[in-house]
């Protein structure tokens, strides 16, 4: 059974810092896409950011501040965020891609997800 499960959210003040991680197991992802989506209460999901090989993605609204990485050997992807705003605040998801293909900010394109774990931060 394939699965992702997201881990490091909580409750941080304004311009601080959090270190998602999402571990997948089931399958390998290492050649896939994976990526990071936000949804905040009464919004749509977003794309946050994306990862595939050492190409990345970012969305606008975190460029500069959050970083994607990824630990192939733990099967595991990473999302290292800086100077948090309370905009931030979302339940944050980890998604990847069934199979090989390009980077992509549609949350359609993802195939695999994982449950979300709470980012917010306080002003």
């Known amino acids: 059974q394939v699965q992702l499960v997201e881990s490091g959210g909580g409750l941080v003040q304004a311009g601080g810092s959090l270190r998602l991680s999402c571990a997948g197991s089931?399958?390998?992802?290492?050649?896939?896409?994976m990526g990071w989506f936000r949804q905040a209460p009464g919004k749509d999901r977003e794309f946050v950011a994306a990862?595939?090989?050492?190409?990345?993605a970012y969305a606008d609204s975190v460029k500069g501040r959050f970083t994607i990485s990824r630990d192939n050997a733990k099967n595991t992807v990473y999302l290292q965020m800086n100077s948090l705003k309370p905009e931030d605040t979302a339940v944050y998801y980890c998604?990847?891609?069934?199979?090989?293909?390009?980077?992509?900010?549609?949350?359609?394109?993802?195939?695999?997800w994982g449950r979300g774990t709470q980012v917010t931060v306080s002003s």
């Open positions: 998604a990847a891609r069934r199979t090989i293909g390009a980077l992509s900010p549609n949350a359609g394109a993802y195939d695999y």
């Open positions: 089931g399958r390998t992802f290492s050649s896939v896409a």
């Open positions: 990862i595939r090989w050492s190409d990345t």
